[in-house]
C-alpha cells in the first residue's frame, strides 16, 4: 500500500535510465520490479511517437519547448482515447503470447 504523496517509479531499465546519475537518484525512492525484455504496454510510449514525428528542427531550448508546448496543446484527444481504450486488447495479447512480442 502506498500512503498519499508517496511515489513509486517505474524503471524500465533503458539504457539511459540505467546511468549511474539515473540509478544515484532512484536508489532514494521505491521503484517497481521490471522483468528483462517485457512488452512496454504504456500508452504514453505511443504519444511521445507521436509527438516526435511532428518535432519541427528546433535551434534553440526555447524553440523546442515552444514547439512541444504546441504539439501537446494540439494532440488529437481521440487518438489518446483510442490508446487508453486500447488497453485490454493489450493486456489480453500480452497474456496471450506469455510476455512475449505483440502487434502492440
Known sequence: MVSQGQKIFQQDNARPHTARVAQDFLRHFQTLLWPARSPDLSPVEHVEDQLK????????VHDLELAVQDLWAHLPQDNIRCLINSMPDRVAACIAASGGPTRY
Open 53 to 60: 514525428r511532428q518535432m519541427p528542427s528546433c535551434h534553440s
